[in-house]
């Protein structure tokens, strides 16, 4: 069973940085996209950065020059670096995976979910 695990989260001061992880293991399929998403209370899951597996990356608008993606292949491991935290990045942060078969069929994993709370 694949299993993403999710850590780094926590309370922060407005202005503050946060750095989240995402391992993703047991897993015979290769990786291709990686992103994290946020939920906030009351509102749906968002897009907040998403990477592909060659690199190429995409962000929210809302937190575009602030926050910053990044994975590593070797220990497929996906990282938000989250600078100039706001308290509306205030959610659970959700990892996500998209594996891809030998045959070529996408498979979509998610994490537990870490809880991120920006507030003085």
């Known amino acids: 069973q694949v299993q993403l695990v999710e850590s780094g989260g926590g309370l922060v001061q407005p202005g503050g940085s946060l750095r989240l992880s995402c391992v993703v293991s047991r897993t015979r399929f290769s990786i291709n996209a990686l992103g994290w998403y946020r939920q906030a209370p009351g509102r749906q899951r968002e897009l907040v950065a998403r990477i592909t597996r060659v690199g190429s990356t995409a962000y929210a608008d809302s937190v575009k020059g602030r926050f910053t993606i990044s994975r590593d292949n070797a220990k497929n491991t996906v990282y938000l670096q989250m600078n100039s935290l706001k308290p509306e990045d205030t959610g659970v942060y959700y990892c996500?995976?998209?594996?891809?078969?030998?045959?070529?069929?996408?498979?979509?994993?998610w994490g537990q979910g870490t809880q991120v709370t920006v507030s003085s």
């Open positions: 996500n995976a998209v594996l891809v078969s030998v045959r070529g069929d996408d498979f979509d994993y």
